[in-house]
């Protein structure tokens, strides 16, 4: 069960779409108790409005130079919030100090990134030019008493007579970093206290040059390896963009994350919800790379809820907190091991079986930071399904979408696609399950149902929710799992799939059938019918039904008449007798079923003369 003090962190509302998830309550009030979990889902329809309020979307403007310019821009302000990196990805700073030496011929810019330790500085953005370090004409002209290299531009743009257009000198944010010691030396200022420990920066020495400089300070940004992370499959801290390891990081990180505990991660490398488990499904071969990648920052005046709504958008993931644990589910299908029968339902299911229009979409657009491309926001070529379309009365509806720790366009677009495709799985039950199953299941989980009356057959469904509550059976309090569960297409995930968007997005028929039930403007006919003369004026009629129907209609009539005389009953009848007939004589007989919305059924027909 779902347990902890505290509070869980609300469900997420993330740009990709809708997401209903309740917040987990802990000790509800009411005529009974709930204990209970929710999924925290970012890039993910976690259940129906139906069942469950849908938050408003948040607007989003896309392809926009003010999103980029948030990320890749260098300023000075008094009050700034830190920025945090995890992967790889352009940033820009807060300068930190400036200052001028030498009659105002040299600038001194100290500009940090983030606030947590680095793994490398790859590039260098200066205005519209990017110089890579340690690649020609970006190159190291020695290093300074501490080791530190001097970074120098040998040719082209930034490069005047001498090479002393510019020095670059860049630390990691150690925690054991020295004060720089150019720095310290140029600067009366600037003394060995001044270490920026815990802080990725850069110091860069512009001389004034009209000619290198002629619109003044240029825009200065840096491509980084972001913050290294704990991988609990091998107990290493190294860089990696695996969003899972990413995820579980800003989770226990006790400066800027949410310190939790490592005994409150779910570590599993088996369990489904496991962050080792879901770490390995992340580096699981799609298209050719891994199937998941987190690529991008994000600076630290959002909530919690925020950030993680943007970490889990690059995994279509899930997380939970139950059993005292943070789970992760990363976008993947695990086979369900549970099945839920008829008798396993304690009181009547509740299903709404299509969404209502503001909860489904047949088109998604939206943006990624294209590494490619400078890491400039770009949009994304856009999943637009004519299928879906045509099944939502042509009605073009868009889910607009902000990848932002997404920087491939091919991932951008799978992302989305997995996106769409779930959004038209639609059906969702609320339902009551004995303890027996229900104990065995938690948010995140598939689950097979199997019921008869619903015509499912080990059906997959998602569990959404899931609570452990008291209940009213049969007059006494009875201890019941009560969970929403929403129906899931177990190929969303595999790399035949998304390897093949255009023909994807157009799937015509569910590869998840909804029901074995017929439609509601057909009903299935009876067969074989059989009649039996049992003598004095009797006649046995017997058929043949192999689905559930709500009625039957038995006619028949003396084979001169023309109307026939009808005997209805109910659907689980598959005999009747028909009484007070005259010998000699030759009747005809038909019947037919009724569904529940009253459509009928050809006729099986039969004669008989007695």
Sequence with gaps: MCGGGGDIIDAITDPV????????????PGPGFSIGAALLA???VAATAAL??????????????????GRNVTVRQPVAPWKVCYGTARVGGIYVHLASTGSNEYLHAFAVFTCHEINAFSKLFLDDT??????????NSGNDSNGIGRFTVSSGDFHNSD????????????????????????????TTNHRLRGRAYNYIRYRFDADTFPNGLPNMSVEIQGKKVFDPRNSSTAFSNNPALCIRDFLTDTSFGLKITSAEINDSATHHGGFAYAAARCEDTINSNNRYECNGIFDLSQSPKQILDQLLTSCSGKLIYQNGKFNLYVGFYNAPTITLTNQDFIEPIQMVTKLGRKDIFNRVAGTFYDSSNKFIVQEFDPIASNQYKTEDNNEEITADVEFSMTTSSTKARELALIELLKARQQIVMSCTTSLKQGLQLQCGDFVNVTNSR?????KPFEVQEWNLSSSDVEGAPQLVCTMVLRETDPNVYTNSVLSNINTSKEISTDPNPDSSLSAANTATAPSALTLTNLTGGEVEAVWTLTTNISQIQLEFKLSTDTNYTEQLMAGHNRRFTIKGLTAGQTYNFRVKSINSVGTSSSYATANITL
């Design 17 to 28: 779409t809708i997401v209903a998830a309740v917040a987990a309550g802990f000790l509800a």
């Design 42 to 44: 970012g890039g993910s």
């Design 52 to 69: 469950a309020p849908t938050p408003d979307l948040p607007s989003l403007t896309v392809g926009s130079d003010q999103v980029t310019q």
């Design 130 to 139: 990017v110089l890579t370090f340690g690649t020609s004409p970006f190159t």
């Design 163 to 190: 090479g002393s257009a510019i020095r670059v000198k860049t630390h990691l944010g150690t925690s054991t970093q020295a004060a720089d010691a150019d720095g310290v030396s140029d600067l009366t200022e600037w």
């Design 454 to 458: 619903l015509g499912f057959t080990n």
